[in-house]
């Protein structure tokens, strides 16, 4: 099991073992909720914000890609179960210097996360059925009208790679895209297109990031700059006429 040997190594050998234990059943409570551990990982201030996880839609950076770092193991025949196990053990035991918070989820809500993790890191495809549909946050596909020039564009409140609509109208000219950012996680707003490259500020917990541009008629792309970001799907249409 070599590649359970890799894959443990940053833990030490005491978290290993209570990692074995955690996947042999002990103080289990039920078993994993898939749907729950979904929407914990990409849920608010969890997960998701720092660690990339193709299932899930994740394109975090400040931590460890999840496939990258289980994919491997799983495919060279590592169990669901004990990958699970070292999860749940990392996320309960941080470790020194670590910018994972402590307690950022506990009991089975992180078996549920470690469970998910386990399930899907490192696999290709997308998720089916039920567990398609956990997570996803809520888009509205109405266009944001802008008001005298000024438009607002909220970041999902959850923390979820997205704004809160699809699509921006505007009329040429001066136009100001504003997005509050109530969740933890940084985000910004950017606007680009033909001659047009402008970028706000990176704004979490309650800030406001604005960026502004003369603006042409035609079609024009708002999206946040921050890397990885507008690759997991935050970005819209912005209609000038």
Same mark, same amino acid.
């Given at each position: 099991m070599r590649a359970f040997r890799t894959l443990i190594r940053p833990l030490g050998v005491a978290a290993a073992s209570a990692a074995l234990l955690a996947v042999s059943g002990c103080g289990a409570s039920e078993e994993p909720d898939l749907v729950n551990g979904k929407e914990l990982f990409v849920g608010k201030g969890t997960c998701g914000s720092c660690h990339t996880l193709a299932r899930a839609g994740t394109k975090g950076n400040r931590g460890p890609s999840l496939d990258e770092s289980f994919g491997p193991a799983l495919d060279d025949g590592l169990g669901k179960s004990t990958v699970a196990g070292v999860v749940e053990q990392q996320i309960s035991e941080v470790r020194r210097n670590s910018t994972m918070p402590e307690d950022l989820v506990t009991g089975q809500d992180?078996?549920? @996360? +470690?469970?998910?993790?386990? !399930?899907?890191? %490192? =696999?290709p495809g997308e998720d089916t059925g039920v567990l398609a549909l956990a997570g996803r946050p809520e888009v509205s596909d109405k266009p944001v009208v802008?008001?005298?020039?000024?438009?607002?564009?909220?970041?999902?409140?959850?923390?979820?790679?997205?704004? @809160? +609509?699809?699509?921006?109208? !505007?009329?040429? %000219? =001066?136009?100001?895209?504003?997005?509050?950012?109530?969740?933890?996680?940084?985000?910004?707003?950017?606007?680009?297109g033909a001659g047009v490259d402008e970028k706000g500020p990176v704004v979490g917990n309650g800030g406001t990031s604005e960026v502004s541009a003369e603006l042409e008629p035609g079609k024009y792309v708002f999206y946040c700059s921050v890397p990885g970001h507008e690759e997991g799907g935050m970005r819209g249409e912005l209609t000038v006429e």
């Open positions: 992180a078996r549920d @996360v +470690a469970a998910y993790v386990a !399930a899907v890191a %490192g =696999q802008a008001d005298g020039g000024q438009a607002e564009i909220p970041a999902d409140p959850s923390g979820a790679l997205a704004f @809160v +609509a699809r699509f921006i109208e !505007a009329d040429g %000219g =001066q136009v100001t895209l504003n997005m509050p950012n109530p969740s933890p996680i940084d985000h910004n707003v950017a606007i680009k």
